[in-house]
């Protein structure tokens, strides 16, 4: 298999899963979600007609109707990292505006009773506040308070503390209630066309016989009950916000998917289509108050960047929430390798230069091997092409016949393949790395790319890519024109992999045309030096 060979299969390949997850499997799934959510609703409306917040179990107490419903009351605090809006439905964070290096980030623009919110059918109101703490206080009833405090941290690890007191005269039974998360983790600017994809419910677990914890994705639409978990939220690529329970133990988790806006498909040529979100709840069961006595429910929590060097700091292995994929252990190694050249350059985009330079020194004999390879059977194209045509009607003949043509020449086609087998490792880690890295988020390179987490956004880098690319299967053309088929792929494959990755971030596309460059030039010399052999 020669490098044209490789890229086909990879375009083919992302167009076809891209196919069907566009129009296949996503709109399947959003079928299965309307009907799913049309479904708690109704629950939910028959469930609104009872008391949510005291048991019917309750003796004496009962929970009086509001003479009227009260507005909903906002109340901000303003952090160095965040500007945190709580809502009085519920105590929950309703707006977090994310300070970022670019520009302030609204991490919760939908609409849902917020991030952390408890109990939404109670008003709560503000009772007190420092500099880096604010606590709200909310009536069940008669003698039975809530209160409900955020510290906020420089660490990053912040803590809530739900308290219910009970001064009346009586023992109260609290009814099941839930911490709330969603609908919906937001991004930034660059980021939000993947969103949808990128978002999850997610917890993190450790496993009986495994070294590190585990992240587990929680299904939609479904109740599920887990015991010991660390840690439960929402994540997106560069976001997540985590409950971490202390001293409490959870029922079970609920998810579902929530409409929360329109995206259009292909800039409206398709037309319009829901854009989903999830929403999270963590249930917690019922719990008997006796007379003067409070019940607390303390947790920390995390909000904010999923910054992979800064949250290996923190507790509750955080750092579980960003995946380096299947080859993990290589993309860890390259993020060590990307952040030790940065550290000697102060730059992110020389950084990758650098890495990509290493990697084709690693694989340099493999890769001049290839390119032997490569050069020998483009020179054996016309009697390759006079065996295909003499033996066209006998397979088995012209296998023979193709095989005694190599060994003559001494060519080996296997060893056309072997650095793939080393190259697809090695890309599909870095790939992860660049993709998942925080630290190129903002990170200048040079010139007109401010920001290697996002696209070009002249679109230089992708064309001058495809323009090596399509040089170097010049250079290369009569490797496979025997095949129509394949000669109109390699043909097109320039244009189709400038097309792909014209939306990739920056950072990656730099990686690619820096390797594209060295390949052409090992390519170049090669193919020269064995003209001057012959």
């Not at 209630?177 to 660059?190: D, E, R």
């Not at 303390?298 to 999923?306: N, T, V």
């Amino acid at each position: 298999m020669n490098n044209r060979q490789f890229f086909m299969t990879i375009v083919v390949f992302l167009l076809v899963v891209t196919g069907y997850q566009q129009f296949v499997v996503i709109p399947r799934a959003r079928q299965a979600q309307r009907a799913a959510q049309e479904q708690l609703k109704q629950q939910q409306g028959n469930a609104a007609a009872k008391p949510a917040i005291l048991s019917e179990q309750t003796t004496g107490i009962v929970l009086e109707a509001p003479s009227s419903v009260k507005p909903e009351k906002l109340t901000t605090l303003s952090l160095p990292h965040a500007d945190i809006t709580f809502s009085s439905k519920g105590a929950g964070i309703k707006t977090y505006l994310f300070k970022d290096v670019l520009g302030d980030v609204d991490l919760t623009p939908y609409e849902g009773t917020g991030y952390f919110a408890t109990l939404p059918q109670v008003d709560f109101t503000e009772a007190a506040r420092t500099k880096d703490s604010i606590t709200f206080t909310g009536d069940l009833a008669a003698g039975v308070t809530v209160s409900k405090k955020y510290t906020f941290s420089d660490t990053g690890i912040h803590h809530i503390k739900l308290t219910f007191t009970n001064n009346s005269f009586q023992n109260v039974t609290l009814s099941d209630w839930s911490w709330n998360f969603g609908p919906g983790l937001a991004t930034v600017k660059s980021e939000m066309s993947d969103n949808e994809r990128e978002s999850k419910a997610v917890y993190v677990i450790q496993e009986k016989g495994k070294k590190n914890p585990t992240l587990k994705t929680l299904s939609q639409n479904t109740d599920q009950s887990v015991q010991g978990w660390i840690w439960a939220g929402i994540e997106n690529r560069y976001f997540l916000t985590a409950l971490i329970p202390q001293e409490w133990k959870s029922g079970a988790f609920a998810v579902e998917k929530e409409k929360i806006g329109l995206q259009k498909r292909l800039g409206g040529i398709l037309g319009e289509s829901e854009l989903m979100g999830p929403r999270l709840q963590i249930n917690v069961p019922s719990q008997v108050i006796a007379v003067n006595t409070s019940r607390s429910y303390e947790s920390d929590f995390y909000f904010g960047p999923k910054d992979y060097n800064e949250l290996q700091k923190l507790p509750y292995h955080l750092d579980r929430s960003i995946e380096f994929g299947f080859f993990g252990a290589l993309g860890k190694i390259a993020r060590r390798i990307l952040d030790t050249f940065y550290g000697w350059t102060g730059n992110y985009g020389v950084a990758i230069i650098m890495i990509t330079i290493l990697i084709q020194a690693l694989l340099f004999k493999v890769t001049v091997m290839q390119y032997k390879t490569m050069a020998k059977m483009k020179k054996l194209q016309p009697e390759m092409a006079k065996i295909q045509a003499k033996y066209k009607d006998n397979a088995q003949e012209l296998n023979l016949k193709v095989m005694e043509l190599y060994r003559k020449h001494g060519v080996n086609p296997l060893s056309g393949c072997l650095p793939i087998l080393f190259q697809m490792p090695i890309f599909i880690a870095l790939y992860n790395a660049l993709r998942t890295s925080w630290s190129l988020h903002g990170a200048k390179f040079a010139l007109w790319i401010t920001d290697l987490s996002s696209k070009d956004p002249y679109y230089i880098l992708p064309i001058l890519m495809g323009a090596v690319m399509f040089f170097q299967q010049r250079s290369n053309a009569s490797v496979g024109a025997t095949d129509p088929v394949q000669a109109n792929m390699i043909k097109y494959m320039p244009i189709i992999f400038t097309l792909l990755f014209m939306n990739f971030p920056s950072g990656l596309v730099l990686y690619w045309l820096t390797n594209s460059l060295i390949s052409f030039g090992i390519q170049t010399f090669i193919n020269k030096k064995l003209v001057k052999a012959s």
